[in-house]
């Protein structure tokens, strides 16, 4: 993978969902805070204790390792018991209480097609019955609402993205692997990035602008739950994990992916007062397409196969048949990259897009329309 290749601040990658999970966890013991040796039996290195034992820490060490451990403590305390279970009769993931009308946020490839989910919530054991809001797999977001809103159901607060910094300590909470009120700790280790979600395996595939990158640990599970700051407001929700094709497409760590504060509100707000997004603020072509190869049997653009009628394509004369190799000065060699370059941009706005007919090149200035 050749980063110096790809867009400024947009990232291609191969992506996993890592929500919907069907998985037993056996807890036999003996592994606590052990790794297997070279010889498969089990150590615990004490070098860190006999270290301690021979140099204690300063008292003004002690003193912030014991603050911020209490930051911990309190921000853990304010968001956990807003951070819910979500049970989807295939698997499980997470979801965040939204409102005090009991409507949670979560990601739309935890809630697949199903219409219908068991919640747990924290200060309830007992699942709770919850139904469909609406569904826009194109941010790769849902609202679900519960039937019945129990006592001391707390909503999440929210943060401001463009706040959000590299180096900031987040806390994602959820329920990876099923293990629900878990919670680890890592930093924004980038903003702004645009990454690509798998269709298959029942992602969405999904292109989603600004996430923000998070070296916090997110396993499958972790889907529709919370990455925090330590002033306890959601910053974003956990989706994405990265994949590492050179160790057989397993989770690349500490390399996850959340969709920013902002886009949850913009459209949790709409679902929940419109039953639907009725604006999506993401730019679009207006057109169906498909990857083509060249003559060297590799991706080289992709191919209009309708126009939509009245679209932003088809008022720039773009027409079927047309195959779309750049947008501005951004090569264009499959759909992902297509919806990648987009990505960033606002309907309205207007873009360089040169494409080839009959065998000639060809430049048009197109006004991007609505996804």
Known sequence: MNASLRPPR??????????????VVALAGGCR?????????????????????SSPRPAATRGSANSLQSDYETVI???????????TGNGLGSG???????????NAHVVGKQRTFAVTVANNEQQLAARLVSSFPEQDLAVVKLDKIPRGLKAAAFGDTSQVAVGQIVLAMGSPLGLSGSVTQGIVSAVGRTVSEAASGGGTGATIANMVQTSAAIN??????????????????????????????SAAPGIGFAIPASMVRTVADQIIKNGKVTDSGRAA???????????????????????????????AGIRAGDIIVKIGDTRITTITSLAEALAPDKPGQKARVTYVRAGGTKTAEVTLGEM
Request: proline residues 5%; neutral net charge.
């Open 10 to 23: 947009t990232v291609r990658i191969r992506a996993v969902r890592i929500c919907a999970v069907a998985l």
């Open 77 to 87: 305390k304010n968001v956990l018991p807003s951070v819910v279970q979500i049970d």
């Open 96 to 106: 965040i209480v939204y409102d005090d009308r009991g409507h949670i946020v979560t």
């Open 285 to 315: 072509l207006g057109i169906t397409g498909r990857t083509v190869l060249g003559a060297d049997f590799q991706p080289a653009g992709v191919a209009v196969v309708t126009a939509t009628k009245g679209g932003a394509a088809e008022k």
């Open 33 to 53: 805070g052990a790794a297997p040796g070279a010889d498969g039996a089990l150590s615990v290195s004490t070098t860190s204790a006999a270290s301690a034992t």
């Open 220 to 249: 499958p599970g972790n889907s529709g739950g919370a990455l925090v700051n330590l002033d306890s407001q959601v910053i974003g929700i956990p989706t994405l994990a990265a994949t590492d094709p050179q160790l057989g497409n």
